[in-house]
């Protein structure tokens, strides 16, 4: 496995510095970018980042359930409910005769 190395000696070995921890989704290697003074991530991957400084933005970053939208609850109850009508259509279909095999893959919901 990739063992994230914390230091990076720039300068031709005259200066060791924090390196970025951050690491790629597509190829898994480590950043090569030297961190931010008193972070743990380069410019790049957020080290310029402070954060919420205000109380009601504190309290948004606090209850903010994702990155994006596609598990929030009110997505999961549209999806449930539009494969629920999906799957009421195909069992008519299959009652009519007019599928036949196997079933469509996927969760049964009652």
Do not use: W, Y
Request: charged share 25%; proline share 4%.
């Amino acid at each position: 496995m990739n063992q994230i190395e914390t230091t990076l000696s720039i300068f031709g070995g005259r200066c060791v510095c924090q390196r970025c921890t951050a690491k790629s989704k597509r190829t898994g290697r480590q950043c090569g970018a030297v961190a931010m003074r008193g972070k743990t991530k380069c410019a790049q991957h957020g080290g310029k980042s402070t954060g919420p400084k205000t109380a009601e933005g504190k309290t948004r970053a606090a209850t903010a359930p994702l990155k994006h939208g596609m598990t929030t609850a009110a997505a999961k109850v549209h999806r449930r409910d539009i494969l629920k009508d999906l799957q009421e259509m195909e069992d008519l279909a299959r009652e009519a005769g007019v599928i036949v095999g196997p079933r469509s893959p996927g969760r049964r919901m009652g």
